[in-house]
């Protein structure tokens, strides 16, 4: 069974920093471009950052000089390291990859199930 799975999240002070983890599982033979979102309660997700097979990278304003997403291709995983959190950047945090399959089927925009942010003020 192919599962994206997020971890890394937690409560965190303002300020701190947390680094989130998004690994594929299964039969997967490659990762794609990948993309992290965020969804506050109440609001629409957002997109965070992206980063494609080339490792070419993408922020959103708001986070930009405080978040860094990159990859390890060996393990399947990308990570989106966050520093000098803010309470604004408190919200679910997903992932979204493409990814190949052993059998060379590709599988678009493959969701996690998400992990909770929650920075304290």
């Known amino acids: 069974q192919v599962q994206l799975v997020e971890s890394g999240g937690g409560l965190v002070q303002a300020g701190g920093s947390l680094r989130l983890s998004c690994a594929a599982s299964g039969s997967i033979s490659s990762i794609g471009p990948v993309t992290w979102h965020r969804q506050a309660p109440g609001k629409q997700r957002e997109l965070v950052a992206a980063i494609s097979s080339g490792d070419y990278t993408n922020y959103a304003d708001s986070v930009k000089g405080r978040f860094t997403i990159s990859r390890d291709n060996a393990k399947n995983t990308v990570y989106l390291q966050m520093n000098s959190l803010k309470p604004e950047d408190t919200a679910v945090y997903y992932c979204?990859?493409?990814?190949?399959?052993?059998?060379?089927?590709?599988?678009?925009?493959?969701w996690g199930q998400g992990t909770q942010v929650t920075v304290s003020s």
């Open positions: 979204n990859a493409d990814l190949t399959t052993l059998w060379g089927i590709r599988l678009l925009n493959f």
